[in-house]
Nanobody, 128 residues
Framework: QVQLVESGGGLVQPGGSLRLSCGVS???????IGWFRQAPGKEREGIVC????????YSANSVKGRFTGSRDNVKNTVYLQMNSLKPEDTAVYYC??????????????????????WGQGTQVTVSS
């Protein structure tokens, strides 16, 4: 079984930055990675896709230009760098791992159903 352990969530002021980390117990290079978030009363939203092969990424429109996903296969860790945070970004953030899919992250966010393993979630609160 593959386990994902998240860290880095917390309280930040609007306009601030935060970096989330997700350690993976298996060999990270075998998995595609996704970052998702869910606010109270709302559906889970895919925000960043990270491919398994070359680390290419795709960001959803809601976070494009502000959030950057990356992976370090040597450390078996994935990251989500969050800049220019807004109150609307307040949510529980999840990392997820799954088998590589045709097309990778070239064309958009992958659906949550394609991911097999999920982290426990990390609360991010953006407020003054």
């Amino acid at each position: 079984q593959v386990q994902l352990v998240e860290s880095g969530g917390g309280l930040v002021q609007p306009g601030g930055s935060l970096r989330l980390s997700c350690g993976v117990s298996g060999s990270l290079d075998y998995y595609a990675i996704g970052w998702f978030r869910q606010a109270p009363g709302k559906e889970r939203e895919g925000i960043v896709c990270i491919s398994n092969s070359d680390g290419s990424t795709y960001s959803a429109n809601s976070v494009k230009g502000r959030f950057t996903g990356s992976r370090d296969n040597v450390k078996n860790t994935v990251y989500l760098q969050m800049n220019s945070l807004k109150p609307e970004d307040t949510a529980v953030y999840y990392c997820a791992a799954g088998p590589p899919q045709y097309g990778g992250c070239l064309y958009g966010i992958r659906p949550a159903s394609e991911y097999t393993y999920w982290g426990q979630g990390t609360q991010v609160t953006v407020s003054s």
